[in-house]
């Protein structure tokens, strides 16, 4: 084969393989690390499989936090002004945990319907709420 | 008053810039060199304009002008003034102006450095700068104008600068990476006025190279700092999260590193031009499509300032300008570039396709990722989700493995097609001998081994040996070795500076400790082989915030430290927010985050045990280091 056009196909199958790997790679991933985002009302609609990691969202309710003595157990109710959704979380909360501030969880929803998070997001400003809960609660209202 | 001048000063450097950057169509009409000659001293004048502007916005932040809207939302009388002074860049419309005056600074250090050269060339190149800058000027002016003052009623206090933000690291954190982003506009602008005047050469690629170094050296400059910020100020002890924003400031070190290795190989050979020209382009895209990304609001992110829709369009416009023109102005101007040399697999010129193949492959999925959200929620009516980040620990790694083997083998290649291959028993020696002794070392301290610290560990030793070690064996004399170190310094800090970074993100990763308990007065919790022990509580007041802070004792065999981490509530925002404690070492940092009383004197507390995490940050230093090093050489060579 001619020289030039030798490195030509040297060129183009590398790029092939490159790309290749990296779509395998890129298919794998989402499939496998997607997290679809609930509202309290979405999850009253839909039945989701115990075993899915979602992310669910809303606003936590008045007095309804619930802490144990000397745990880090926690619960708490979210809303979004037509659905609740009861949440139980172990670990320390973000600073900006708080009543009536906008959350993210992260985790499964168990058989009784309460939602075990693994992860609990508020954001890191005071007038900010996360998009999804802005969104949802806008809908909402 | 002040804030009037200032404001004056941005809309005079909008208009020159506006004429210095279509300057070259009145070249082009009258055929007069006279629109050659005045886009230089028009560009300096843009950014004396510029920074007098910004000194005004700083000025008028240290006197609390809270008559300006923009300095009523961000800071307060009760700021410390060196925060006040970092405020200016605290959020969205200061950080802007700050991005033009970055740019700014390479237009003008580029017309200082090419004074003496080809006239054309250099005025094409500036006025491609001034378009840039024209464009954010426009945007800052008509979109997110720091100088809007809130009439009549004028607040008499501050909202305060984000707690978060009020930071040593942050402080310098934006003006670093703005520097990178902005720097990528220059290889970018050479490229287009270098398809202008048709003068796709060597000379253009030397030119473009300290360029598109320095922009990467401040790019990871600027990462990783925000890395190392995040991972003490947010109190989770992570240092790289996945976020859209990493993402976006990710994307385009990758593109410039790409790009001056692959301008290396147009500048030795004279190949890979077009390839070249493309990832001036890709660059500079992803640079506009980063501060897009962080400024429009669109993706959900710890970094997102504004909810602004015509923000949004607005940089879409600025983004399909440029790059769309450009792509368009490249399809029809580079049909002719001749290749000269032809070159086998076993060669420089093929270590450095794989190089930019596999870089820009990556740059583009870690892209996709990041936007996947967007289109999957075009595509499903609405649907919102997220990409977590083991999508991007399955993506880079396969990746990294690569790029890896190639840093290893890169320097003992020949350009066109390599004859000797004892290198290659050479480096699999050395490097084996010091996969061996650091896995040994790694099992001593930490009493374990996994597949993620063997990975690391062999991919450490394979760039060690191949860029330092085996340097060092082939020179035979003293003087030779100090040649050679000398005149590959930039590279083998760089190359080097990746491996310290692989090597601590392997370890870090899988040797990391954490748990969260509740500890009461007295109590100690063991994590590993080290006892943390809760000793009392304080509360005080400092500055702008008062405080509740833990005392706590680390021992192993001894006392290591004590260190206190802190839950501050800040007085004029009324924020609470956590300061972790973290007590460094060499080789691991014990870190402790204070949640929140639970009962009666006890407290809940995040421990955490993060092994080699400093060699992380050291590693970026060194790929910094290196870059600077070499564009400074490649400087004094133009």
């Given at each position: ?141 | ?322 790059i769309l023109g450009s792509l368009i102005f490249y399809s029809f ?300 050489r490649h400087v004094k060579r133009l």
């Amino acid at each position: 084969m001619h020289p030039l056009r030798k490195q030509r196909l040297y060129v183009v199958l590398s790029i092939l393989f490159g790309t290749a790997t990296a779509a395998f790679l890129v298919f794998k991933g989402l499939s496998e690390n997607i997290n679809l985002f609930y509202s309290p009302s979405d999850l009253k609609e839909e039945k989701i499989s115990v075993d899915t990691q979602i992310r669910v969202g809303g606003m936590v309710k008045k007095d309804s936090i619930n802490k144990e003595n000397n745990s880090l157990r926690i619960s708490f109710v979210i809303t979004d002004f037509e659905e609740d959704l009861l949440i139980t979380y172990e670990g320390i909360l973000p600073d900006l945990f708080s009543e009536e501030a906008g959350i993210v969880a992260k985790g499964k929803i168990n058989e009784g319907g309460i939602f075990i998070a693994n992860e609990v997001l508020a954001k890191h400003d005071e007038n900010y709420m996360p998009p999804e809960v802005a969104k949802t609660l806008k809908d909402k209202k | 008053m002040i804030v009037e001048i200032g404001h004056i000063l941005l809309i005079g450097a909008l208009v020159i810039s506006f004429i210095a950057g279509f300057s070259p169509l009145l070249r082009f009409l009258t055929k007069d060199n006279f629109y050659y000659m005045v886009i230089g001293p028009m560009n300096n004048l843009v950014c004396l304009f510029i920074f007098l502007s910004f000194i005004t916005l700083i000025y008028s932040f240290l006197v609390d002008d809270f008559s300006v809207a923009y300095i009523a939302n961000n800071s307060n009388t009760l700021l410390p003034t060196y925060y006040k002074f970092a405020a200016t860049w605290g959020a969205h419309e200061g950080s802007l102006l700050l991005w033009i005056f970055c740019l700014c600074l390479w237009s003008t250090t580029y017309f200082f450095l090419n004074r003496q050269k080809d006239e054309e060339f250099v005025a094409l190149t500036l006025s491609v700068l001034n378009q840039i800058i024209f464009a954010f000027i426009a945007f800052t002016l008509f979109t997110s104008n720091p100088f809007e003052r809130i009439l009549p009623i004028v607040p008499i206090e501050g909202a305060d600068l984000n707690p978060l933000l009020q930071d040593f690291a942050f402080t310098i954190h934006p003006p670093l990476l703005y520097l990178g982003y902005s720097g990528l506009a220059v290889p970018f602008a050479l490229s287009l006025s270098a398809l202008i005047s048709k003068k796709i050469d060597s000379v253009w690629a030397r030119e473009a190279r300290p360029w598109s170094l320095l922009s990467s050296g401040f790019l990871t400059l600027g990462i990783a700092l925000g890395s190392w910020w995040a991972y003490y100020e947010l109190g989770w002890g992570g240092w790289w999260f996945w976020d859209p924003v990493e993402n976006a400031a990710f994307v385009p070190w990758l593109i410039s590193v790409a790009m001056f290795h692959s301008l290396i190989v147009t500048e030795k050979r004279g190949i890979y031009k077009n390839w070249s020209i493309l990832l001036s382009i890709l660059a500079f895209a992803a640079s506009i499509l980063g501060t897009f990304l962080v400024r429009s609001g669109i993706l959900t992110s710890v970094h997102v300032f504004a909810l602004d829709p015509e923000r949004g369009v607005f940089i879409l416009a600025i983004f399909s300008y440029f790059i769309l023109g450009s792509l368009i102005f490249y399809s029809f101007l580079n049909n002719k570039l001749p290749g000269r040399s032809t070159y086998n697999l076993a060669s420089k010129e093929f270590g450095f396709l794989l190089n930019n193949v596999l870089l820009v492959i990556l740059a583009l999925s870690i892209m996709f990722g990041t936007l996947f959200p967007l289109i999957y929620e075009a595509l499903n009516d609405g649907d919102q989700i997220s990409v977590g980040a083991p999508y991007y620990e399955i993506l880079i790694l396969p990746f990294a493995l690569a790029l890896s083997i190639l840093q290893g083998v890169g320097l003992y290649l020949s350009w066109s097609s390599t004859k000797q291959f004892n290198f290659l028993n050479r480096v699999a020696i050395e490097s084996f001998s010091i996969f061996v002794i650091l896995s040994l070392l790694v099992f001593f301290v930490f009493g374990k081994l996994s597949w993620g610290t063997f990975l690391a560990i062999a991919m450490f030793s394979w760039i060690f040996s191949g860029n330092l070690v085996d340097a060092t064996y082939q020179s035979t004399q003293l003087q030779e070795l100090k040649s050679i170190l000398i005149k590959r310094f930039g590279m083998i800090s760089a190359h080097l500076g990746t491996a310290f970074l692989i090597l601590g993100v392997g370890i870090v990763t899988t040797f990391s400790l954490e748990r969260d308990v509740v500890l009461e007065k007295g109590e100690s919790y063991k994590l590993g082989n080290t006892h943390f022990i809760f000793k009392e509580m304080q509360e005080a007041k400092r500055l702008n915030y008062s405080f509740q802070s833990a005392n706590i004792e680390i021992r192993e065999e001894g006392l290591i430290d004590q260190i206190s981490p802190e839950k501050r509530n800040y007085l004029s925002s009324n924020q609470v927010m956590t300061e972790a404690a973290i007590k460094p070492t060499l080789l691991q940092d014990y870190y402790v985050t204070l949640g929140e009383q639970v009962g009666d004197g006890a407290w809940s507390f995040k421990l955490q045990i993060k092994p080699f995490i400093r060699w992380i940050w050291f590693g970026a230093i060194l790929i910094a280091l290196g870059t600077f090093v070499s564009s400074y050489r490649h400087v004094k060579r133009l």
